[in-house]
């Protein structure tokens, strides 16, 4: 059994998962004077921040921008070098991709003065267009409803609140899309407190919830809602590698945990080949597997074992179809559940949202984004990447409104992330709060990631680096 480094005498802290939130709690570690060792199951480093080559060109291979409400990730970019990178997408907005009453498809702009869809004006004729009078009209009575009992109740799903508030158009015609789209959940499943931070406050302040996202909107930012770097968004993990390494950090890859355990002296990290000791852990990886490695130790974890996340296929197509330069659908296209014709929950037209990479392709050339593996769903999963091209194909023809043909394809790849997006379901919170007071009760471990952070790389990283700085200073105070 070895200590690693071992040729350092500051304490020994072993990271488990080298996606963002292990590297980002590594980093802050490394500040602290520590010893850091940091261990990634997958051949590299990035987690679901990272990058493929398609075409010649770097390309994001799971997120591609950051929300701006806060400067978490335009920070960090900063310390790391890459602040001068940092871009907006072209303002022109996303469509929808809905259907009739009828069960017609059509696509339309999505109406921009919202938040994951709420609107914050309900008298905007774009809105009236996608759900109908009659909507309009239910929406409309938001402003005039009491909010009687509604907020008090301690479990509340994002769902409950729009419905109650503006009606099930607005739920199903314009939220749920949103939130399917870029969430891969149902908002009658979610949170409100960890979807929408401050809503509920809001909403009590301002009396209705079209006040509230009105007032949120106008307290963030000013500016796109969302951020990117130029070059992708893949930087920061392999920035952030080569700061750790660059600091004395250990960064192995393809070394998957298959034990951890507690001892009087530390911890026993155990691996296919190698037994190591700590002096403290950190732990980042997906939910799951966090309370498989802990649970022996701390038992209690298991009454709030998270649910395994359905699967996520992104499907990246680099085309030449010189119609696309005309943005037919914006900087991308939300679908609607049960779209006819569809099967793809959401398309990003990323040479559209991003000028810097439309300059690099050129004109007739594009890249689309394609996801696919909604909440309750399981097919995607069982496609080969053979069959999901295929679906990509007839999807971004449906989607864009201009055919897409193979033969028009100069590149093509699926990646596929599994538990990459765990939702914040009703009473995560609670849930949170509970897992936190057991792993406190150890005062040289942490436990980060989006599964107790929320979804977002703003969030993952705030959390990240808040568990490792803590760890640090514990660790360097012993």
């Not at 070059?231 to 945990?257: C, F, I, K, N, Y």
């Not at 050339?365 to 696919?372: C, D, G, P, W």
């Not at 849930?431 to 040289?444: E, F, G, K, L, S």
């Amino acid at each position: 059994m070895s200590r690693q480094p071992a040729a350092n005498l500051a304490p020994a802290v072993v990271v488990i998962g080298g996606g963002i939130a292990g590297l980002c709690a590594a980093h802050e570690l490394t500040k602290a004077g520590l010893a850091v060792r940091v261990l990634e199951s997958a051949p590299t480093f990035c987690g679901s921040v990272g990058s493929h080559e398609l075409a010649g060109l770097t390309l994001d291979a799971g997120a591609e921008s950051f929300s701006t409400r806060s400067d978490t990730v335009p920070s960090l970019a900063r310390e790391l070098g890459l602040g001068a990178l940092v871009r907006s997408p072209n303002p022109v907005g996303a469509w929808l991709y809905l259907s009739t009453p009828g069960g017609e498809p059509f696509a339309m702009p999505l109406p921009k003065t919202g938040l994951l869809g709420i609107p914050a004006d309900v008298r905007d004729p774009e809105l009236t267009r996608l759900i109908g009078r009659a909507g309009s009209v239910r929406a409309a009575l938001d402003r005039a409803l009491p909010l009687g009992g509604l907020l008090n109740e301690q479990q509340l799903s994002l769902g409950a609140v729009v419905r109650a508030r503006m009606g099930a158009e607005v739920l199903t015609r314009l939220v749920a899309p949103v939130v399917g789209g870029v969430l891969s959940a149902d908002p009658d499943d979610l949170d409100v407190d960890a979807a929408v931070p401050g809503l509920r406050a809001a909403m009590r302040k301002y009396g209705s919830l079209g006040a509230a996202v009105g007032a949120m909107r106008k307290a963030a930012p000013a500016g796109s809602a969302v951020g990117g770097l130029e070059g992708g968004m893949g930087q920061l993990a392999s920035a952030l590698a080569v700061r750790l390494e660059r600091d004395g950090a250990q960064l192995t890859s393809s070394a998957p945990v298959l034990e951890l355990s507690r001892g009087a002296g530390g911890w026993t990290v155990r691996m296919d080949t190698q037994t190591l000791s700590a002096d403290a852990v950190v732990v980042a990886t997906d939910g799951p597997s966090a309370v498989d490695l802990l649970s022996p130790t701390l038992m209690e974890l298991e009454a709030d074992r998270p649910a395994v996340v359905p699967g996520v296929a992104l499907v990246s197509l680099v085309v030449d179809v010189p119609e696309l330069d005309a943005e037919p659908r914006g900087t991308g296209v939300l679908v609607a559940a049960g779209s006819p014709g569809v099967r793809a929950k959401a398309l990003t037209h990323a040479t559209a949202k991003w000028p810097w990479l439309a300059e690099r392709t050129g004109p007739g050339s594009h890249v689309l984004r394609l996801s696919y593996g909604r909440a309750g769903e399981d097919r995607t999963a069982q496609e080969t990447d053979a069959e999901l091209f295929q679906a990509a194909l007839h999807d971004a023809s449906m989607l864009l409104g201009v055919e897409v043909g193979e033969a028009d394809v100069v590149d093509w790849d699926v990646v596929r992330w599994n538990n990459a997006l765990p939702h914040a379901t009703l009473g995560h919170r609670d849930r949170v709060a509970r897992i936190r007071a057991v792993t406190a009760t150890q005062r040289d471990l942490e436990v980060t990631g989006a599964w107790l952070a929320g979804t977002g790389l703003v969030a993952v990283i705030d959390d990240a680096r808040k568990r490792g700085a803590a760890l640090g200073r514990r660790m360097a105070a012993r």
